[in-house]
Nanobody, 115 residues
Framework: QVQLVESGGGLVQAGGSLRLSCTASGSLSSVNVMGWYRQAPGKQRELVAAASSGGNTNYADSVKGRFTISRDNVKNTVYLQMNSLKPEDTAVYYC?????????WGQGTQVTVSS
C-alpha cells in the first residue's frame, strides 16, 4: 500500500497563488508517476498535472502557463504551484500515485477561489 498526505489547500482570491504538497510513503517504487487531479461539484474528476519519476510532465490545457508541477524524489513529494488562480479552479484536489498497474489516492484538499 501507498499512503499519500496532502497539504496546502485553502481559500484565496482570484489572481492569487497556492502551493499544494503531497508526500508518499509505504510500498513505493523508483518508477512511478505522481500527479494532481481535481473534482468540482457536479463534475468528473480530471487530471490537472502529472510528473513521472523520469522527469516527464503533463498538464491540462486549462492550467498550462499558470500551474507548475514539481517533485522531490528523495522526499517522495510532489508539489503543485498554482498561480493566477481563477474561480473555475475551485475544486477538491487529489494527489495520485501510480506504479505499475496500481493507483493510489490521497484524501483530497479543498481549494476555493473567490471572485
Amino acid at each position: 500500500q501507498v499512503q499519500l498526505v496532502e497539504s496546502g489547500g485553502g481559500l484565496v482570491q482570484a489572481g492569487g497563488s497556492l502551493r499544494l504538497s503531497c508526500t508518499a510513503s509505504g510500498s513505493l517504487s523508483s518508477v512511478n508517476v505522481m500527479g494532481w487531479y481535481r473534482q468540482a461539484p457536479g463534475k468528473q474528476r480530471e487530471l490537472v498535472a502529472a510528473a513521472s519519476s523520469g522527469g516527464n510532465t503533463n498538464y491540462a490545457d486549462s492550467v498550462k502557463g499558470r500551474f507548475t508541477i514539481s517533485r522531490d524524489n528523495v522526499k517522495n513529494t510532489v508539489y503543485l504551484q498554482m498561480n493566477s488562480l481563477k474561480p473555475e479552479d475551485t475544486a477538491v484536489y487529489y494527489c495520485n500515485y501510480a506504479r505499475g498497474s496500481r493507483t493510489f489516492w490521497g484524501q483530497g484538499t479543498q481549494v476555493t477561489v473567490s471572485s
